[in-house]
């Protein structure tokens, strides 16, 4: 075999995976289409929980200044996601094309082997691995690997080639996105229904502005290139009587309101991750977070399969776990849809929404929703309010040196954090899980971990494990890292 994975596809979940594949210590190869990449803005940002994941691989410094705000909307109703504690909407004003490129760093520092220029155009999965053939510089080549993992985006060309079910429903509007120059634009952050539709515009800084335009009865059309930045002009001063003719376009887009994900996320030794496995309307800015959540779940488990060391279930796990959070992630995001795009039909509905969200525990729901806080995994049985949920942030004391729990996460290892004097020995784990032993410091009021003895978490930073009975400690963590050894 050249090398136990290929992740098709260099966008954020592909270099997600390839870095934690790295980190769990299996090689890999990265294929990718274009020759470079695109440098164009897209996403503008990540949701808090995706943030947190970047901060427990040690990555946040690498973006710069990370401006986050508790001010957001569902559904163009506002929202203040502060309600959750320690929350907010996101990391805003950060381009796709910077996230991409701090991503792509950290993965070939940890050794991918990312290739540019690739295009794949057939797959075989014989049981015992995947040929895979491609198209690059050089022209025609196969490759082999164990697995395939298709990051390629919400047009994935793999996905169609293992035969993933891809059910849904297609776009009904068209939408266009640019970001715009040489025009003096009215701020509308979180978008702005009128007459005929939505727009939204949003300063990017070096006198640029976001725009993006949604007309109704406009129908979707089949395109091979970006729309014409007239095109977008056109419908902006329709919409808003303003006209953005004199301006000009960094970049133009185009996209629609399509519904759909598969049925697995895993087929023989191909899996999917990302925009290739959900596609949906990009409300709220989880389509980046999300699949990026989907590598941080596969990579660590992958990497424990391709070195022998996975207990059995473990690879299907991914499909258990994130499954259902692409079904959430598209639910919320077509409910967002009804309530932001449609017309004054929903009028009534939206007055009743916005009367709900007065409600505390209802912006609760919604913020958790939105921002992923709330994801939770089955993870077997207990009573402590952290299992199958993200370990906190938490400052520790280990002897006399100051870290934090996610500064432990760092490696991408399982960690069993001691935090009682006194608790059994960590008898019956696997090799690689590391024990800690550490003080909290400054745990705030109604903090889960006050009278916690222990926790056992895995390199996603999901709590496996909680309690003060060393005797449990094999049970929970077998399924997950193994027998001891």
Same mark, same amino acid.
């Given at each position: 075999?050249?090398?136990?994975?290929?992740?098709?596809?260099?966008?954020?979940?592909?270099?997600?995976?390839?870095?934690?594949?790295?980190?769990?210590?299996?090689?890999?190869?990265?294929?990718?289409?274009?020759?470079?990449?695109?440098?164009?803005?897209?996403? !503008?940002?990540?949701?808090?929980?995706?943030?947190? @994941?970047?901060?427990?691989?040690?990555?946040?410094?690498?973006?710069?200044?990370?401006?986050?705000?508790?001010?957001?909307?569902?559904?163009?109703?506002?929202?203040?996601? /502060?309600?959750?504690?320690?929350?907010?909407?996101?990391?805003?004003?950060?381009?796709?094309?910077?996230? &991409? &490129?701090? !991503?792509?760093?950290?993965?070939?520092?940890?050794?991918?082997?990312?290739?540019?220029?690739?295009?794949?155009?057939?797959?075989?999965?014989?049981?015992?691995?995947?040929?895979?053939?491609?198209?690059?510089?050089?022209?025609?080549?196969?490759?082999?690997?164990?697995?395939?993992?298709?990051?390629?985006?919400?047009?994935?060309?793999?996905?169609?080639?293992?035969? =993933?079910?891809?059910?849904?429903?297609?776009?009904?509007?068209? @939408?266009?996105?640019?970001?715009?120059?040489?025009?003096?634009?009215?701020?509308?952050?979180?978008? &702005?229904?009128?007459?005929?539709?939505?727009? @939204?515009?949003?300063?990017?800084?070096?006198?640029?502005?976001?725009?993006?335009?949604?007309?109704?009865?406009?129908?979707?059309?089949?395109?091979?290139?970006?729309?014409? =930045?007239?095109?977008?002009?056109?419908?902006?001063?329709?919409?808003?009587?303003?006209?953005?003719?004199?301006?000009?376009?960094?970049?133009?887009?185009?996209?629609?309101?399509?519904?759909?994900?598969?049925?697995?996320?895993?087929?023989?030794?191909? !899996?999917?991750?990302?925009?290739?496995?959900?596609?949906?309307?990009?409300?709220?800015?989880?389509?980046?977070?999300?699949?990026?959540?989907?590598?941080?779940?596969?990579?660590?488990?992958?990497?424990?399969?391709?070195?022998?060391?996975?207990?059995?279930?473990?690879?299907?796990?991914?499909?258990?776990?994130?499954?259902?959070?692409?079904?959430?992630?598209?639910?919320?995001?077509?409910?967002?849809?009804?309530?932001?795009?449609?017309?004054?039909? @929903?009028?009534?509905?939206?007055?009743?929404?916005?009367?709900?969200?007065?409600?505390?525990?209802?912006?609760?729901?919604?913020?958790?929703?939105? /921002?992923?806080?709330?994801?939770?995994?089955?993870?077997?049985?207990?009573?402590?309010?952290?299992?199958?949920?993200?370990?906190?942030?938490?400052?520790?004391?280990?002897?006399?040196?100051?870290?934090?729990?996610?500064?432990? !996460?760092?490696?991408?290892?399982?960690?069993?954090?001691?935090?009682?004097?006194?608790?059994?020995?960590?008898?019956?784990?696997?090799?690689?899980?590391?024990?800690?032993?550490?003080?909290?410091?400054?745990?705030?009021?109604?903090?889960?971990?006050?009278?916690?003895?222990?926790?056992?978490?895995?390199?996603?930073?999901?709590?496996?494990?909680?309690?003060?009975?060393?005797?449990?400690?094999?049970?929970?963590?077998?399924?997950?890292?193994?027998?001891?050894?």
């Amino acid at each position: 075999m050249d090398t136990p994975v290929i992740v098709v596809g260099a966008g954020p979940s592909g270099l997600v995976l390839a870095a934690e594949l790295r980190l769990g210590g299996a090689p890999v190869i990265v294929l990718e289409k274009l020759r470079k990449r695109s440098g164009e803005s897209r996403g !503008l940002g990540f949701t808090a929980r995706t943030l947190e @994941m970047f901060d427990q691989r040690g990555l946040v410094p690498r973006f710069g200044e990370v401006e986050t705000s508790p001010q957001g909307h569902f559904g163009g109703i506002p929202m203040d996601y /502060s309600v959750l504690a320690d929350a907010h909407f996101g990391a805003r004003g950060i381009p796709q094309s910077r996230t &991409e &490129e701090v !991503l792509e760093g950290w993965a070939t520092g940890l050794g991918a082997d990312i290739r540019r220029g690739v295009e794949v155009v057939g797959l075989t999965d014989d049981g015992e691995g995947v040929d895979v053939e491609a198209v690059g510089p050089d022209g025609p080549l196969t490759l082999r690997s164990r697995y395939v993992v298709a990051c390629d985006g919400g047009h994935s060309t793999v996905r169609g080639l293992a035969g =993933f079910e891809f059910p849904g429903t297609d776009s009904t509007i068209e @939408m266009f996105l640019a970001d715009v120059g040489g025009c003096v634009i009215e701020p509308r952050q979180i978008g &702005e229904k009128v007459p005929g539709g939505m727009v @939204m515009s949003a300063p990017l800084g070096d006198g640029f502005d976001r725009v993006i335009v949604v007309e109704r009865g406009t129908p979707p059309r089949r395109r091979t290139s970006p729309p014409d =930045f007239a095109e977008v002009a056109d419908a902006w001063q329709r919409l808003t009587g303003q006209s953005l003719h004199g301006g000009h376009a960094r970049w133009v887009s185009s996209f629609g309101d399509a519904t759909r994900q598969v049925t697995r996320y895993r087929r023989g030794n191909v !899996l999917i991750a990302g925009d290739a496995a959900h596609t949906h309307l990009p409300a709220g800015g989880q389509g980046l977070s999300v699949s990026v959540q989907d590598a941080f779940n596969l990579g660590w488990k992958l990497a424990a399969t391709v070195r022998g060391r996975a207990p059995d279930g473990l690879l299907d796990s991914y499909h258990d776990e994130r499954h259902p959070v692409g079904a959430r992630l598209l639910m919320n995001t077509q409910a967002q849809g009804m309530l932001y795009l449609s017309g004054v039909e @929903m009028e009534p509905l939206r007055t009743v929404f916005g009367e709900l969200m007065d409600d505390p525990n209802v912006r609760r729901r919604l913020a958790g929703m939105v /921002s992923g806080l709330d994801v939770r995994y089955d993870v077997g049985p207990g009573a402590h309010p952290l299992l199958g949920r993200r370990v906190p942030k938490v400052e520790l004391l280990v002897g006399d040196t100051k870290t934090s729990t996610f500064e432990l !996460l760092h490696g991408g290892r399982p960690v069993l954090l001691r935090l009682r004097a006194g608790l059994e020995p960590a008898a019956g784990l696997a090799a690689e899980v590391e024990v800690v032993d550490a003080e909290p410091h400054g745990l705030p009021d109604g903090s889960p971990l006050h009278g916690t003895a222990a926790l056992l978490v895995r390199p996603d930073g999901y709590v496996v494990w909680a309690g003060d009975d060393g005797s449990e400690l094999r049970d929970a963590a077998s399924p997950w890292f193994g027998p001891p050894r």
